[in-house]
């Protein structure tokens, strides 16, 4: 049910950020778009010079995540994104089918499954985890 309002969703998120010792400050907002539609941008900032950039299309009426980006970075090199951009012909990526990673190497081109996101729940968690992590 946390993807079924704003409020219930807004009350999630904060919720999360606003109890992690790691997390320092962020800027994250969501905006309603209607009465079903909404947006959820900002940035997290970790120790250590790591970020958190978050954006997502949210749907409250069907209860999920329409589309999404999110990309952590340390100071001004990008460590990686990820994104639910298809790529039917990678057939690395089918196991978590169009939810993936790119990381260097070739940030652009090289792309492992990320089986841990998903349309259906809130992503955050997982994410903070990732950058925590990386701490």
């Not at 400050?25 to 900032?45: K, P």
């Not at 069907?62 to 039917?88: A, G, K, N």
Request: overall charge neutral; aromatic content about 12%.
């Amino acid at each position: 049910m946390i993807l079924s309002s704003a409020e219930a969703y807004s009350q999630a998120i904060y919720q999360l950020l606003d109890t992690r010792a790691t997390v320092y400050r962020h800027t994250i907002r969501i905006y309603s778009r209607g009465a079903r539609l909404g947006v959820l941008e900002g940035e997290i900032e970790f120790a250590r010079g790591l970020r958190l950039r978050v954006f997502e299309r949210l749907d409250f009426a069907r209860q999920r995540i329409m589309t999404y980006s999110y990309e952590i970075w340390r100071d001004q090199q990008q460590l990686c994104w990820y994104d639910p951009q298809e790529h039917p012909n990678d057939a690395s990526l089918v196991s978590s089918f169009p939810h993936h990673q790119h990381v260097p190497p070739d940030i652009k081109h090289h792309r492992i499954p990320a089986s841990s996101l998903s349309f259906h729940r809130p992503n955050l968690p997982f994410l903070v985890a990732e950058v925590e992590r990386l701490l």
